[in-house]
């Protein structure tokens, strides 16, 4: 079992939001904490919400339960609120906080084995920090063992010389923890009851303490404002794009990537400088993303080309060329063999495969068959000003260039449209189709009313 503490303001933050809910790679701080346990094989979390709860609610819905604190009165009282889960309880609990994402399965795996295997009451996960300000220090004895764990705000002098910080982990014997929290106090320059209090009461009752010291301290970096909230993604960042580069995924330039969380992405895919692949996207192999190309929850095929583009909610089949400068909006489902080629907009549209749509076109609400082609500056008129209406294009189909469809409107198979027409209505199968008035060519008129466009000089 695990207690995740995130009931706290962040008044650091600076933020309307819950401290907990702002996201590193696509998922919230309290998600990247309560996996980590999840991954671990730790099946029931506890999440102390209070400030902002409806926020930490929302992104954990059923997963977890959840204790209520309802003031803020420090970490000791946070896990107190936990207690009716904990009461009656055998064997150990885990306590993590929900500002602390970058925290391992294997780090809390390794800590619990410790904890168990040295029969300790109490756990802490500590780390030696260069510059130790603002964390509480492990005070331990002449013969190495924990004494204490002291505030930074309460520490002397020389207890603020100590290096060695309390990561705000723990591995607690479930029973000793309930009854050292019923004897914690708030007689501190904070005023508030502390968890890390627990530890010294454990040992004046004879229980047994320890500490995993961990050599990666970024592992426990605390977030408390927007600076370590960026060092904290740059780590998780790099983690992600290092096991793509592992899986065979050529980066040409990691610092300029950002991939979020559970992207999956085939052998031999290359990405270019300033793409970003946002989270639940999955992209086949052999393909070419960026530069500058945004993708977000949709499927890419494989040997497809993504060039300078956005892509949102959609899905793009093999060997297909997007862009440069495409936009496909939520709902696109863009076949194999395809081009959507410079300021193409589609959205909510079925493109069939070996179509061509090369330049200027918008596609909303349509139905566009297989090997088609559509002209520079076709578009869709979907919109009537009160509803959107729907357009099919058949097969093997030809709209010329500059074409309006008023949708509703359907171009059937091997039709043709002739360029600069505004269609209306159905064109038949195997048909040319031409809306547009006749040219008229007025023999002689320009000498005849003086209007030559002679250069002055
Ligand atoms: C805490 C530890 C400190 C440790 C540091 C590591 C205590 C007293 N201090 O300090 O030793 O070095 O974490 O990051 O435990 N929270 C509640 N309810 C509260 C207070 C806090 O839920 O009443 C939650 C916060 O939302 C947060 C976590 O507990 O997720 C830690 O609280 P925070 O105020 O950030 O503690 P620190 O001062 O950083
Ligand atoms: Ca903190």
Same mark, same amino acid.
């Given at each position: 079992?695990?207690? %995740?503490?995130?009931?706290?303001?962040?008044?650091?933050?600076?933020?309307?939001?819950?401290?907990?809910?702002?996201?590193?790679?696509?998922?919230? =701080?309290?998600?990247?904490?309560?996996?980590?346990?999840?991954?671990?094989?730790?099946?029931? &979390? @506890?999440?102390? %919400?209070?400030?902002?709860?409806?926020?930490?609610?929302?992104?954990?819905?059923?997963? @977890?339960?959840?204790? @209520?604190?309802?003031?803020?009165?420090?970490?000791?009282?946070?896990?107190?609120?936990?207690?009716?889960?904990?009461?009656?309880?055998?064997?150990?609990?885990?306590?993590?906080?929900?500002?602390?994402?970058? #925290?391992?399965?294997?780090?809390?795996?390794?800590?619990? +084995?410790?904890?168990?295997?040295?029969?300790? &009451?109490?756990? %802490?996960?500590?780390?030696?920090?260069?510059?130790?300000?603002?964390?509480?220090?492990? @005070?331990?004895?002449?013969?190495?063992?924990?004494?204490?764990?002291?505030?930074?705000?309460?520490?002397?002098?020389?207890? +603020?010389?100590?290096?060695?910080?309390? *990561?705000?982990?723990?591995?607690?014997?479930?029973?000793?923890?309930?009854?050292?929290?019923?004897?914690?106090?708030?007689?501190?320059?904070?005023?508030?009851?502390?968890?890390?209090?627990?530890?010294?009461?454990?040992?004046?009752?004879?229980?047994?303490?320890?500490?995993?010291?961990?050599?990666?301290?970024?592992?426990?970096?605390?977030?408390?404002?927007?600076?370590?909230? *960026?060092?904290?993604?740059?780590?998780?960042? &790099?983690?992600?794009?290092?096991?793509?580069?592992?899986?065979?995924?050529?980066?040409?330039?990691?610092?300029?990537?950002?991939?979020?969380?559970?992207?999956?992405?085939?052998?031999?895919?290359?990405?270019?400088?300033?793409?970003? !692949?946002?989270?639940?996207? !999955? !992209?086949?192999?052999?393909?070419?993303?960026?530069?500058?190309?945004?993708?977000?929850?949709?499927?890419?095929?494989?040997?497809?080309?993504?060039?300078?583009?956005?892509?949102?909610?959609?899905?793009?089949?093999?060997?297909?060329?997007?862009?440069?400068?495409?936009?496909?909006?939520?709902?696109?489902?863009?076949?194999?063999? %395809?081009?959507?080629?410079?300021?193409?907009?589609? /959205?909510? *549209?079925? #493109?069939?495969?070996?179509?061509?749509? &090369?330049? =200027?076109?918008?596609?909303?609400?349509?139905?566009?068959?297989?090997?088609?082609?559509?002209?520079?500056?076709?578009?869709?008129?979907?919109?009537?000003? /009160?509803?959107?209406?729907?357009?099919?294009?058949?097969?093997?189909?030809?709209?010329?260039?500059?074409?309006?469809?008023?949708?509703?409107?359907?171009?059937?198979?091997?039709?043709?449209?002739?360029?600069?027409?505004?269609?209306?209505?159905?064109?038949?199968?195997?048909?040319?189709?031409?809306?547009? *008035?006749?040219?008229?060519?007025?023999?002689?008129?320009?000498?005849?009313?003086?209007?030559?466009?002679?250069?002055?000089?």
């Amino acid at each position: 079992m695990a207690v %995740v503490l995130a009931a706290g303001e962040g008044k650091r933050m600076k933020s309307k939001n819950s401290k907990v809910v702002h996201k590193i790679c696509g998922k919230t =701080l309290v998600e990247w904490v309560v996996d980590a346990a999840g991954s671990c094989g730790i099946k029931e &979390s @506890v999440i102390v %919400v209070g400030h902002r709860q409806d926020q930490v609610r929302e992104c954990l819905k059923e997963r @977890v339960s959840y204790a @209520v604190q309802e003031k803020q009165l420090g970490t000791g009282h946070a896990v107190m609120q936990a207690g009716e889960y904990l009461e009656g309880k055998e064997g150990h609990v885990i306590i993590l906080c929900g500002d602390t994402p970058l #925290i391992t399965s294997d780090t809390i795996e390794k800590t619990i +084995k410790y904890h168990i295997e040295n029969k300790y &009451s109490a756990t %802490v996960i500590t780390a030696d920090f260069e510059n130790p300000a603002g964390y509480g220090r492990i @005070v331990r004895d002449e013969n190495n063992n924990v004494l204490k764990i002291v505030e930074d705000k309460d520490a002397s002098v020389e207890e +603020k010389c100590i290096k060695e910080i309390n *990561s705000g982990i723990y591995c607690f014997n479930i029973k000793e923890l309930i009854r050292s929290l019923k004897e914690l106090n708030n007689n501190n320059v904070q005023g508030e009851y502390y968890l890390t209090d627990t530890l010294e009461i454990i040992l004046g009752k004879g229980g047994k303490v320890g500490a995993v010291k961990i050599s990666d301290p970024d592992e426990i970096l605390g977030i408390n404002d927007r600076v370590q909230l *960026s060092r904290a993604g740059e780590i998780i960042r &790099s983690r992600i794009l290092e096991m793509h580069m592992k899986a065979g995924v050529t980066l040409i330039d990691p610092k300029s990537t950002c991939i979020d969380h559970s992207v999956k992405i085939g052998m031999d895919t290359v990405i270019y400088p300033g793409s970003y !692949i946002e989270a639940g996207s !999955i !992209i086949g192999e052999d393909s070419i993303i960026g530069p500058n190309s945004r993708i977000v929850r949709s499927t890419i095929g494989n040997g497809t080309e993504i060039n300078n583009s956005v892509i949102i909610e959609s899905t793009v089949g093999d060997n297909t060329h997007i862009g440069p400068f495409a936009y496909l909006r939520p709902g696109s489902k863009i076949g194999n063999n %395809v081009k959507i080629g410079d300021f193409v907009e589609v /959205k909510k *549209s079925i #493109i069939g495969d070996d179509t061509k749509v &090369s330049h =200027l076109t918008y596609i909303g609400d349509a139905e566009v068959g297989s090997n088609v082609n559509l002209g520079c500056g076709v578009v869709v008129v979907n919109y009537d000003g /009160k509803n959107k209406n729907k357009t099919v294009i058949g097969d093997n189909a030809f709209v010329g260039c500059n074409v309006n469809l008023i949708s509703p409107v359907t171009v059937k198979d091997n039709a043709y449209v002739a360029a600069g027409s505004t269609i209306t209505e159905e064109v038949p199968e195997n048909s040319l189709a031409i809306a547009r *008035s006749r040219q008229v060519n007025k023999e002689g008129w320009v000498t005849k009313k003086g209007m030559q466009r002679v250069k002055k000089k």
